[in-house]
DNA sequence: CGTCGGGTTGAGGGTGATCAAAGTTTGTGG
DNA sequence: CCACAAACTTTGATCACCCTCAACCCGACG
């Protein structure tokens, strides 16, 4: 598992497909910019400062910690390239798996006002991340108030996607989540224009994915061929093509509100 | 459905047992305050400020609907007295209770930042609710840094319970589910000083249980019948009564870190 | 070439769902 | 205040979805 997944991904360019205008500024910064000027309409003065917060890159293997339960952490993590996931592990050693991040997503902003890590941060793919000091965020948001409200505005999201992954895990039979949970990354993948939402990499075994959707692994085998036998998509390594977006759509009883992508006003 | 519940419950005080010493504050906005300042200390300007909040109070019915999914509200509704949830119903009807909300809680504060609901908020129990303008809030958040930050941690905390809802519904088994969820409620009780952890009131019917624990009303009533039996538990009309705490945690794999109560630092 | 992690397949079992009906409260209207 | 209706709880029987266990296969990699 040395392969960086997601900096195969070329940025596919495809006719009739929305595609999203990056703003014009480049480096590690660029995909946390793109991120929040999705929903929020920031300043010159508030990118800049976003620009110049201090960060320090690293990259990581796969299964590696970034964070875990219990500790205090004095930085965020900004995800560059890579997959990571948070997860809970019960006291008899079962996992759940509690949400997918990609790059882009900052996985642990909830750590800037929450101190100790109540769950764990790994990487699911070869990553590299960017750190951010907790002092710097703190100021940053002290200073522009338009960052600030952008960043809260993320973790409300963030929350958001915790809320379906609720009904998901509680209320749909296990072929309607596998299928729920495979249209989730698909469309967060496009919307920061990683991938399209029908043909996407997603660096997860299947054992990692029956830890993500309450199911045992053998079952989630199961279930993955009989949409692969009804023509609903392709699984294979660690590709995911969806054949039928829109009968993936229907079982998956997806409706893509909850991740408030298109913040009107 | 016409009784108060929350109201029947007494300041109740009983030794040897936490209790949470309020601010001196009082008026409607007193529940807002105690719970802010658990986690942070806000100057009197801020408590002020938080007082001035221009609200409309209302006492509503239980089973009352006080946001709707796909609706944009136009304020946030504190939770004065009275218990709500928070739910999301799949298309072949199911419905999810995602959380519920007790006195001091603010349920819809996403939608400060989120401006479309992706859930319904409903009331439990006959409730008196406090509405603030997102505009006010908007402003307040703008002026005092530390208002902001305690309300943005609110929102944060609420990600974390949902988070340990997601372990809950996704890998316990449905005993340990529901031990967890009244251990879990009692402590968020407690922490506000409306009762004891180990006896409350919880306007519920083993139907929005069931709906809470991803499982049948049925086997909610099952469970409940096996804990009463060996001793752990009563739970009469709407009525908690924890018999052996220690044993319900256990069962319960409860631990406490992720409520945040604790925020030392 | 052997090991290891992950995928696949089969058999059997159990947790919890569904269906149905009878009790029991609760609430309402006469 | 009683009577009736509605909502909730309880019980029983049956069923199915999904789990567990176990074995085998396959490709990657040392």
Redesign the pocket.
């Known amino acids: ?3 960086n997944y997601a900096k195969t991904i070329p940025a596919v360019k495809r006719p009739g497909l929305p595609q999203v205008e990056a703003p014009a500024v480049s480096g590690v910064s660029e995909r946390l910019i793109r991120r929040l000027t999705v929903s929020t309409s920031l300043e010159a003065a508030d990118i800049e400062a976003i620009v110049r917060l201090p960060m320090i890159v690293k990259d990581l293997p796969a ?1 590696a910690a970034i964070a875990r339960e219990g500790e205090k952490p004095a930085q965020c993590c900004l995800l560059i390239d890579g997959f990571a996931c948070r997860s809970k592990t019960t006291d008899v050693g ?1 996992r759940q798996i509690l949400s997918i991040h990609i790059p882009g997503d900052v996985p642990d902003l909830q750590s800037l006002h929450l101190h100790t890590m109540d769950h764990d941060l790994t990487t699911l793919s070869a990553s590299r991340v960017g750190f951010i000091a907790h002092d710097s965020l703190r100021a940053i948001t002290r200073e522009r108030q338009l960052v600030a409200e952008a960043l809260w505005r993320e973790t409300l999201i963030d929350a958001a996607v915790f809320r379906e992954w609720i009904v998901n895990v509680g209320r ?6 596998m299928a729920h949970f495979l249209a989730e990354i698909g469309k967060r993948i496009e919307a920061v224009g990683l991938a399209h939402a029908d043909e996407y990499d997603l660096p ?7 830890d993500a ?13 009989e949409l ?1 036998r009804s023509g609903v998509l392709e ?4 590709a995911v093509s969806i054949r039928d977006l829109p009968q993936l759509m229907q079982l998956a009883d997806f409706d893509d509100l909850y991740l408030h992508q298109n913040q009107a006003v």
């Open positions: 598992m040395s392969i299964q079962k749909r039979p296990a072929t309607s989540r997860m075994t299947q054992i990692d994915m029956a959707l309450g199911l045992s692994p053998v079952h989630v085998n199961r279930v993955i061929q692969r699984l294979r390594k660690h």
